[in-house]
T-cell receptor, first 114, second 113 residues
Framework: QKEVEQNSGPLSVPEGAIASLNCTYS??????FFWYRQYSGKSPELIMS????GDKEDGRFTAQLNKASQYVSLLIRDSQPSDSATYLCAVNGRGGTSYGKLTFGQGTILTVHP | DVKVTQSSRYLVKRTGEKVFLECVQDMDHENMFWYRQDPGLGLRLIYFSYDVKMKEKGDIPEGYSVSREKKERFSLILESASTNQTSMYLC????????????FGPGTRLLVL
């Protein structure tokens, strides 16, 4: 089993719809969870971080974390063509002893079509 | 504003050449990382450093070495470049503590002929 797995994609949604991106992780002691967006040919940029169970909202983005199920998701409301990118889920496994190391999922390609 | 810079955006080298990729961050971060990213394989950690002159191997260190002589600068060295090292190389940094975000540089696309 991969340490961090994302839904395989690619995911295609119409403009204005909700895009749902999912991620599961295998290390139960993981404490910090991140979603990065990566446009083609560019480097990843952070869009959301979440550390506690529940939902965290930032504009059109909502991250959801369920540590019991080892599951983290990202919802993008009112999807726009500019949201078309690869979304990377990243997990920090061991808190302060990890030196900030992250394990990344393979990424999910999202396409928002007009 | 957070800034991580990499010495080159694009690089073309020949097999057997020694290649230096340099990364500089201006955030006084303790931890720095080198990744490579390949289609279908995602981001893979090559090496990381948690302090000046301190380094640890990541998941794929073979064929690479690193140097961190100053806190702000982390170099990746390909001692003898090979065609299978053609890739996108990404540098990142973060401060101490488990909840800190990794900030990425713009990446270097390396082609080894």
């Amino acid at each position: 089993q991969k340490e961090v797995e994302q839904n395989s994609g690619p995911l295609s949604v119409p403009e204005g719809a909700i895009a749902s991106l999912n991620c599961t992780y295998s290390d139960r002691v993981s404490q910090s969870f991140f979603w990065y967006r990566q446009y083609s040919g560019k480097s990843p940029e952070l869009i959301m971080s979440i550390y506690s169970n529940g939902d965290k909202e930032d504009g059109r983005f909502t991250a959801q974390l369920n540590k019991a199920s080892q599951y983290v998701s990202l919802l993008i409301r009112d999807s726009q063509p500019s949201d078309s990118a690869t979304y990377l889920c990243a997990v920090n496994g061991r808190g302060g002893t990890s030196y900030g190391k992250l394990t990344f999922g393979q990424g999910t390609i999202l396409t928002v079509h007009p | 504003d957070v800034k991580v810079t990499q010495s080159s955006r694009y690089l073309v080298k020949r097999t057997g050449e020694k290649v230096f990729l340099e990364c500089v961050q201006d955030m006084d971060h303790e931890n720095m990382f080198w990744y490579r990213q390949d289609p279908g394989l995602g981001l893979r950690l090559i090496y990381f450093s948690y302090d000046v002159k301190m380094k640890e191997k990541g998941d794929i260190p073979e064929g690479y070495s690193v140097s961190r002589e100053k806190k702000e600068r982390f170099s990746l060295i390909l001692e003898s470049a090979s065609t299978n090292q053609t890739s996108m190389y990404l540098c990142a940094s973060t401060t101490v503590g488990g909840q800190e975000t990794q900030y990425f540089g713009p990446g270097t696309r390396l082609l080894v002929l």
